[in-house]
């Protein structure tokens, strides 16, 4: 396959002349499993690890590369590869590290669209959704939500749950589809265009790989049932990957996410919530928290039925997880910098003694 099969476009020319990679093959990185990965060049795929050197000048683990990452490499070994530097990525989409306070986590890089997979059958959450459409919002990367596993449910409540997200998500595309009769498969293949980049979002046991075997129309990923003790998903993807379909789009798919950790989001929280954010503009008070001062315009909304309250709530929470984030950033920076300054200080004072 040539590159162009995975997405290689005039930007990413631009950006391996500017960089004088021209020496280099380029390569995209097609999956990822615990610092190892799979890069595939015009000579095929290749086992890869990073250079020494991009080791030692990363700063935090976004600096290390990701499923949909275009990549610099050399060959050093049969069927290995050394990547040597990562190309400015087009978009990110990331989440809060789990366990990990202050940090991020890539869930996929140089995506064009994102499927975000909603189960109908049990714990569908438009909360969940909102969550998905943030980090989706905040990278530019265009959102569609799929209701999978329609054949599990009555036609009527099909109709009320699309009701339920369309006027709760405007603008956003919703298709309905069933991985087990099909319905609904060839509508969302209209949605994939020739080398445009797409990803998988969702829970465990939602049907991502169930979806994405359909979309090839073979059985490539492994696919499991919901467990019966706990009602929720097996996780059966274990890491990401990147796979070019025959009508030439590129999906990655990947591991169930159970947390959408909010990060520094501020404009995808705006665009998810225009309208909140656009009555914000009305209250009283510059500073209003939207909780319980007089004059807010946003609480007015939610009692006259104007906002959702639901989704009202969703945005608060998401909003106090993105200050939260934000403040730990901050103080990890004082204590980085001030950990310098000891480290400095303690350099100059053995100076002065040597001599």
Not at 191 to 218: A, E, M, P
């Amino acid at each position: 396959m040539k590159l162009k099969h995975f997405g290689y476009n005039d930007r990413i020319e631009k950006l391996r002349i500017q960089h004088n990679l021209e020496d280099f093959e380029i390569g995209r990185v097609i999956s990822e499993h615990k610092e190892r990965y799979t890069v595939k060049t015009e000579k095929g795929e290749f086992d890869a690890e990073i250079t020494g050197n991009l080791r030692y000048t990363a700063n935090t683990r976004e600096d290390f590369p990701a499923v949909g990452d275009w990549v610099a490499v050399s060959e050093y070994d049969d069927g290995k590869v050394l990547i040597h530097s990562i190309f400015t990525r087009k978009t990110i989409i990331e989440r809060q590290a789990v366990g990990k306070q202050g940090e991020k986590q890539i869930i996929a890089t140089n995506i064009d669209f994102a499927f975000i997979v909603q189960a109908v059958d049990r714990d569908f959450n438009i909360n969940r959704v909102e969550r998905y459409l943030t980090i989706c919002n905040t990278s530019n990367v265009q959102p569609i939500i799929v209701l999978n596993k329609i054949d599990l449910i009555d036609d009527s409540v099909l109709s009320d749950l699309m009701s339920q997200v369309q006027e709760r998500l405007k603008e956003v595309p919703v298709i309905a589809i069933s991985n087990a009769s099909k319905k609904g498969i060839e509508r969302l293949k209209e949605y994939i265009l020739k080398g445009k980049t797409y990803c998988l979002l969702g829970s465990s046991g939602v049907g991502k790989s169930s979806l994405l075997n359909n979309l090839l129309g073979k059985q490539l990923m492994k696919t499991n049932t919901i467990s019966s003790s706990t009602n929720k998903g097996r996780h059966v993807t274990s890491h990401r990957e990147l796979i070019v379909l025959e009508n030439g789009g590129i999906i990655i798919d990947n591991p169930g996410i159970r947390e959408v950790g909010i990060a520094d989001s501020a404009e995808g929280l705006e665009k998810t919530f225009d309208k909140i954010v656009g009555l914000s503009k009305n209250c009283k008070f510059n500073d209003c928290t939207h909780t319980m001062e007089i004059g807010c315009a946003v609480m007015a909304a939610v009692e006259s039925g104007e906002v959702d309250e639901m989704s009202y709530e969703n945005y608060l929470k998401m909003k106090r997880e993105k200050e939260h984030f934000e403040s730990t950033v901050a103080e990890k920076r004082k204590k980085d910098k001030n950990f310098g300054k000891m480290v400095k200080q303690f350099k100059n004072l053995r100076k002065s003694n040597k001599y």
